[in-house]
C-alpha cells in the first residue's frame, strides 16, 4: 500500500473551512484514498473514501488532484468538536482480498473559538 | 443498534497473566479487526478475519492469539501478558474487507 504524508498539527478557527492535505504520491491507479478521524481516546471514526472523482458526503469532502498525487479532505464549517487527529490512508482494493488500513500519525487539528 | 462493543473497558494484569478481551458487533458484517494503540502513535494491525471461519495475522500479530467465535463475535488472547502489551486496544468490523470500518470503544490495558 502506498505511503502518505501529512502535516502534523493544524489550527483552525471555529465555523471556517478546515483543509487537510495528504500527499501520496506513489499511489497507484487501484489504490483508494480513505480518511479516518479519532477524537481523542476514542475508537477511529471513518469519514470518506474516494478512488479519483471528488467525493461529498454530510461530514467532509474530499478532492483529489487528477493525478492522484495528492488529496485535501475539506471540513466546511469546523466546530469545536472536530478537533481530533485525521488519518489518510491509501488502500488497495482487490476482490476478494484483504486490504488492511495503515495508520500512520495523523494530523491534529485543533479547532479554535 | 450497538455497534461495536468490546469488554472490558478497562484491565490491568501482572506480567505472565492471560486474558481475553472480547469484541462483539451487532451490523452482520463479514470482516472483524483487532488493533493496538501505543501512546502517540497510529494504530497497528494484530489480527483480522476477513469472513467467519477464517482469521490472518496482521503487522503485529507475536504474544496474542485470536478465535472468531461466530459472525458476530471475535476474541483477542493474551497467554501470558508482558509489560510491552500495555496499549488500548481496539476492534473493528466492516461489511466486507473492502469497505470502511467501524472501530469500538477500546479496552486500555497496563500490564505491570
Known amino acids: 500500500d502506498a505511503k502518505t504524508t501529512q502535516p502534523t498539527s493544524m489550527d483552525c478557527a471555529e465555523g471556517r473551512a478546515a483543509n487537510l492535505p495528504c500527499n501520496h504520491s506513489t499511489i497507484s491507479g487501484n489504490e483508494y484514498v480513505y480518511w479516518y478521524r479519532q477524537i481523542h481516546s476514542q475508537g477511529p471514526q471513518y469519514i470518506i473514501h474516494?478512488?479519483?472523482n471528488n467525493e461529498t458526503n454530510e461530514m467532509a469532502s474530499l478532492i483529489i488532484t487528477e493525478d492522484r498525487k495528492s488529496s485535501t479532505l475539506i471540513l466546511p464549517h469546523a466546530t469545536l468538536r472536530d478537533t481530533a487527529v485525521y488519518y489518510c490512508?491509501?488502500?488497495?482494493?482487490?476482490?476478494?482480498?484483504?486490504?488492511?488500513?495503515?495508520f500512520g500519525k495523523g494530523t491534529k487539528l485543533s479547532v479554535k473559538p | 443498534n450497538a455497534g461495536v462493543t468490546q469488554t472490558p473497558k478497562f484491565q490491568v494484569l501482572k506480567t505472565g497473566q492471560s486474558m481475553t478481551l472480547q469484541c462483539a458487533q451487532d451490523?452482520?458484517?463479514?470482516?472483524m479487526y483487532w488493533y493496538r494503540q501505543d501512546p502517540g502513535m497510529g494504530l497497528r494491525l494484530i489480527y483480522y478475519s476477513a469472513s467467519e471461519g477464517t482469521t490472518d495475522k496482521g503487522e503485529v500479530p507475536n504474544g496474542y492469539n485470536v478465535s472468531r467465535l461466530n459472525k458476530r463475535e471475535f476474541s483477542l488472547r493474551l497467554e501470558s501478558a508482558a509489560p510491552s502489551q500495555t496499549s488500548v486496544y481496539f476492534c473493528a468490523s466492516s461489511r466486507d474487507s473492502l469497505y470502511e470500518q467501524y472501530f469500538g470503544p477500546g479496552t486500555r490495558l497496563t500490564v505491570t
Open positions: 474516494g478512488l479519483k
Open positions: 451490523m452482520n458484517h463479514n470482516s
Open positions: 490512508i491509501v488502500l488497495m482494493n482487490y476482490g476478494g482480498s484483504q486490504g488492511n488500513l495503515i
